[in-house]
């Protein structure tokens, strides 16, 4: 096969389409909610619920992670999609809010794989100090599909009906499981890749982090503080994307006053600054590496603090009058919050070894998903009494807290090796 120049890039690529594809389907709820709460009946409680249920099952991320990091990731990875697709096709058939909610668990459980698969091929396609742009690159895949989902799904709902939208998102999904089975290889394994290249990548991984061929050792990685330091700040932080997934059409319509059209209009402005707050979180760690001498560790830091300080801006969202400025500042919202989640997140395979990056990444990602499991149940219970308001502020809040957590518990230095009592494992 002829060698493909810089094809680490188009690996990325093809794991970012697959988060498209999972945001997507994902977010296929959110944007039409409206619809499905008045036609089923469904009080803003019960919507509250059925997200916990899916929140609730994606916290099993360490269970996905740790099936991707044993039967490897092209062959988990493509399971763990098809199941999602044909789960979210599924929804098209609820007609309760109790069927929706037993749905959203079993997709909540399948999504779950996206951000470790994603971290992993991180880990194992690039060097080091291309891996936070790599992770950008990635999970720009997560704002495009909460982009997309926007007009798509509203363009469904005003053609057919807002059960053919699941179905479509679903149909979608399918057909990468498709590109994803002919083309990804890991890199040993790909016949495209040239020497050079294969070089290079292997010239800037860390050397105290490659597998050493053993299965992960979960109470080990629970023992680190250095997962703890990148586990609280994704606590801390991930509220800000449930709330922008799965409460922003609702915010729009009731507070907002805003109609499908407008939704489709105005709700994927969000997403499109996360797609660059996703690059940007990357290129301001890498540049203070390279023209400022930070470590890569503070790099990242400096990065998400930058990130928090700008999430300030949130706090305001409820206090302005005007509707536009109210969807401008949660766009920088959006930008701010994937600059520096996208940053904590790539810390995974900074701190671990290989053979351990998709389950550390899980167990992170569980810490993040429980914190919007429990603030979206605050908002569903106190919405209707308190407002959005004082939610926009705790936002707002929040990550300078984990930006706090991140300069304390995660120290400059390699995490200590794994106990040595591990499972032998292929």
Not at 175 to 198: D, T
Not at 215 to 221: G, H, N, T, V, W
Not at 352 to 367: D, L, P
Request: proline share 4%; aromatic share 12%; with cysteine.
């Amino acid at each position: 096969m002829p060698k493909i120049r810089g094809l680490r890039w188009w690996m990325i690529g093809l794991i970012m389409l697959g988060s498209i594809m999972n945001y997507l389907t994902r977010s296929t709820l959110a944007v039409a909610a409206p619809t499905v709460l008045q036609e089923l009946h469904i009080t803003t409680q019960q919507y509250s619920w059925i997200l916990g249920g899916f929140q609730a099952a994606i916290m099993a991320q360490p269970v996905a992670g740790y099936v991707l990091d044993v039967i490897g990731l092209k062959i988990g990875l493509a399971i763990f999609t098809t199941a999602w697709a044909l789960i979210n096709m599924a929804h098209g058939l609820a007609g309760s809010w109790q069927a929706l909610a037993g749905l959203r668990v079993l997709l909540g459980f399948a999504e779950g794989s996206a951000n470790p698969a994603g971290m992993k091929a991180t880990a194992e396609w690039f060097p080091a100090r291309e891996r936070g742009i790599a992770g950008g690159v990635y999970n720009i895949g997560a704002s495009v599909g909460s982009m997309i989902a926007a007009p798509l799904v509203v363009w469904t709902i005003l053609h057919y009906n807002w059960q053919m939208a699941f179905v479509i998102t679903g149909v979608m999904g399918l057909a990468w499981v498709v590109l994803w089975l002919i083309f990804y290889q890991a890199p040993e394994k790909h016949p495209a890749l040239s020497q050079e290249e294969k070089d290079h990548i292997a010239a800037g991984q860390e050397t105290h982090l490659q597998s050493d061929g053993r299965r992960p050792a979960i109470l080990s990685i629970l023992r680190q503080r250095q997962f703890w330091g990148i586990a609280i700040p994704r606590f801390l932080a991930d509220p800000t994307w449930g709330t922008l997934s799965f409460w922003l059409p609702l915010y729009l319509t009731s507070v907002r006053h805003f109609d499908l059209k407008e939704i489709a209009m105005f709700a994927w402005m969000p997403f499109l600054a996360a797609d660059f707050g996703c690059l940007f979180g990357g290129f301001v760690a890498a540049s203070l590496q390279k023209y400022a001498g930070f470590t890569l560790l503070n790099a990242r830091r400096s990065a998400f603090t930058l990130g928090a300080c700008m999430m300030m801006g949130v706090a305001f969202v409820g206090m302005v009058d005007n509707p536009y400025l109210a969807v401008a500042l949660l766009s920088l919202a959006g930008f701010a919050h994937q600059t520096l989640s996208v940053t904590v997140i790539t810390m995974s395979s900074d701190l671990f070894r290989k053979n351990e990056v998709a389950t550390v990444a899980g167990m992170a990602g569980t810490c993040g998903n429980a914190g919007l499991f429990l603030f979206s149940l605050a908002i569903g219970a106190l919405v209707t009494t308190v407002g959005y308001t004082p939610f926009f502020v705790c936002l707002g809040v929040l990550d300078l807290i984990g930006a706090c957590v991140l300069w304390t518990l995660v120290r400059d230095r390699p995490a200590p090796a794994a106990a040595p009592a591990l499972q032998p494992g292929n």
